[in-house]
C-alpha cells in the first residue's frame, strides 16, 4: 500500500511539471514573437496606426475561439486535446512574419491568437485538475512559469534581433523547437477522464453565470496589469520626464515582478486562503495604483508599478482555479473566465489611451486604482475555489460529526 502511494505521489509531482514545461512553452512562444514585432511590420510594410490594428487581431481570435476548447477537449480528451492545440500554436509562430502585407498579418494574428486561447484554457484546465489531486496550491506557480518561458522566448528574441536575423528563419527553429518541447511534456500531463454521466458540451459554449464573477475580478486584475505593461514607459517619460533607458526598465521591473510573485505566490495561497489573498493583493495594488498617481519621482512611480504587480500577481490563477470548481464543466467555465480576463486585455491598452487623450496619464491610471481596489472588494467570489476554506469547512464538519450528538 504504502509503494502505491509513493508512486501515485511521485506520478503527480511529475505530472506537476509536465505541465509547468507546458505554461512555460507557451510563455516562450509569446516573448518571441513580441521581440520582433518591428521586423514584421517592416517586412508587411505597414504603419504604426496599421500594426495597432493587426495587433488587436489575437485577442479577438482567442476571444473567439476559447468557448469551443471545452468541446475539444471532451471530443478528444484532455491530454490529446492539450497536445493538439499547443503544437498549433507553437507552429502558429511561423505565420505572422510570413506576411507580406496588412490583410495577411490580420489573417495569421487572428490564427496566432485562436491557437493560443484554446491552447491556454486547455492547459490551465489540466493545470485545475493537477491541483486538485496534489490537494495544495500550484497554479500561481505555473503562470509564473509562463512568465519565465516569455522572458525566455524575449531574451532569444532580443539576441535574434540584435544579430539582425531574419525573423522567418528565427521563428521557424523556435516553433519547431517549441512544438518538440511541448508534445514532451504532454506526454507527462494528467489525463482526467470526463465523467461518464456528463452531457458532452455544445460546440461553442457561452460563459456560465459563475465564470461572469469570477471573470470580473479576473477583468480588474488583467486591467491593471495590461495598463502598467504597456503604459507604464510612457508614464515616467511623459508624466515624470524620465529618460527612455529608464522607463524602459521600469517595464522590465514590472514584468519581473509579476513573475517572482507567481513563483512564490503559491505559498501565501497556501497559508491564507485565495480570499484573503486577493484581499491583500487588492489593497497593495490599490496603494501601488495611488503611489504612481501621486508620485513626485520616477522612483516612487517604480515602486508604485511594483506594488501593482504584487498586487495583481496571482489574481487570475486563482480565477482559474475557482473556475475549475464552481461547476460540473470545469473547460467551460475557465474558457469563459479566459475570454473575459483576454478581453480586459485588449481593452485596458486603448482605453487608457482615449482617457489620456481626452484628460491625462494620470487619469488613466486614476481609473486603474479604481478598478484594483475592485478586488478587495469582489475577492469573495474566488471563494469557490479556495482550498484553505474547503479543507477548514471538512475539518469543521468531521469534528462536528465526531461530537456528542
Given at each position: 500500500m504504502?509503494?502505491e502511494?509513493d508512486?501515485?505521489?511521485a506520478?503527480l509531482?511529475?505530472?506537476r511539471i ?11 512562444v509569446?516573448?518571441s ?5 518591428p521586423?514584421?511590420q517592416?517586412?508587411?510594410g505597414?504603419?504604426a ?10 485577442a479577438?481570435g482567442?476571444?473567439?475561439?476559447m ?11 484532455a ?25 495577411t ?9 485562436a ?9 490551465n ?7 486538485e ?13 509562463w ?7 524575449s ?16 521563428h521557424l ?13 504532454c506526454?507527462?500531463v ?15 459554449a ?7 464573477l ?9 486591467f491593471?496589469?495590461?495598463a ?5 514607459a510612457?508614464y ?11 522607463a ?11 513573475a517572482?510573485a507567481?513563483l ?6 497556501d ?6 489573498t486577493?484581499?491583500?493583493?487588492g489593497v ?8 504612481v498617481?501621486v508620485?513626485?519621482?520616477?522612483a516612487?512611480?517604480?515602486a508604485?508599478?511594483?506594488?501593482m ?10 480565477a482559474?482555479?475557482?473556475?475549475g470548481r ?5 473547460s467551460?467555465?475557465?474558457a469563459?473566465?479566459a475570454?473575459?480576463?483576454y478581453?480586459?486585455?485588449?481593452i ?14 494620470v487619469v488613466?491610471?486614476g ?9 478587495v472588494a ?22 462536528g460529526a465526531?461530537?456528542?450528538?
Amino acid at each position: 500500500m504504502a509503494a502505491e502511494v509513493d508512486d501515485d505521489t511521485a506520478r503527480l509531482r511529475r505530472a506537476r511539471i509536465a505541465v509547468a514545461t507546458v505554461f512555460c512553452a507557451h510563455g516562450a512562444v509569446t516573448g518571441s514573437f513580441a521581440t520582433r514585432i518591428p521586423w514584421i511590420q517592416d517586412h508587411a510594410g505597414i504603419s504604426a496606426g496599421q500594426l495597432g490594428l493587426a495587433l488587436a487581431f489575437p485577442a479577438l481570435g482567442a476571444s473567439l475561439t476559447m468557448p469551443v476548447a471545452g468541446a475539444i477537449s471532451h471530443r478528444f480528451g484532455a491530454r490529446n486535446a492539450l497536445r493538439g492545440l499547443l503544437a498549433l500554436w507553437t507552429l502558429s509562430l511561423t505565420l505572422p512574419a510570413l506576411a507580406p502585407n496588412l490583410l495577411t498579418l490580420c489573417a495569421a494574428l487572428f490564427v496566432f491568437g485562436a491557437t493560443s486561447g484554446m491552447s491556454d484554457v486547455a492547459m490551465n484546465a489540466i493545470g485545475v485538475e493537477t491541483e486538485e489531486r496534489l490537494g495544495k496550491s500550484i497554479m500561481s506557480s505555473l503562470h509564473g512559469m509562463w512568465s519565465v518561458g516569455a522572458l525566455i522566448g524575449s531574451a532569444a528574441g532580443t539576441v535574434a534581433a540584435h544579430l539582425r536575423s531574419d525573423a522567418r528563419l528565427h521563428h521557424l527553429i523556435a516553433a519547431l523547437a517549441l512544438t518538440l518541447l511541448g508534445v514532451l511534456a504532454c506526454r507527462g500531463v494528467l489525463d482526467p477522464p470526463a465523467a461518464p454521466d456528463a452531457p458532452a458540451p455544445p460546440a461553442f459554449a457561452l460563459p456560465p453565470r459563475s465564470a461572469l464573477l469570477i471573470g470580473a475580478v479576473g477583468f480588474c486584475a488583467v486591467f491593471a496589469e495590461g495598463a502598467s505593461m504597456d503604459w507604464s514607459a510612457v508614464y515616467l517619460r511623459d508624466i515624470l520626464g524620465t529618460s527612455p533607458g529608464v522607463a524602459a526598465a521600469s517595464t522590465t521591473a514590472f514584468a519581473l515582478t509579476m513573475a517572482v510573485a507567481r513563483l512564490v505566490g503559491d505559498k501565501v495561497v497556501d497559508r491564507f486562503g485565495g480570499v484573503r489573498t486577493v484581499r491583500a493583493g487588492g489593497v497593495l495594488a490599490g496603494a501601488g495604483g495611488l503611489l504612481v498617481v501621486v508620485a513626485p519621482h520616477p522612483a516612487l512611480a517604480m515602486a508604485g508599478f511594483g506594488l501593482m504587480g504584487l498586487g495583481v500577481a496571482v489574481v487570475v490563477p486563482l480565477a482559474f482555479s475557482a473556475a475549475g470548481r464552481s461547476g460540473p464543466n470545469p473547460s467551460q467555465a475557465i474558457a469563459g473566465v479566459a475570454t473575459i480576463t483576454y478581453t480586459s486585455g485588449l481593452i485596458a491598452p486603448s482605453a487608457i489611451g482615449a482617457i489620456a487623450e481626452a484628460t491625462s496619464l494620470v487619469v488613466s491610471f486614476g481609473l486603474v486604482t479604481v478598478l484594483a481596489c475592485g478586488l478587495v472588494a469582489g475577492a469573495g467570489v474566488l471563494r469557490t475555489g479556495d482550498r484553505r476554506a474547503a479543507s477548514g469547512a471538512s475539518s469543521a464538519a468531521k469534528s462536528g460529526a465526531a461530537g456528542p450528538a
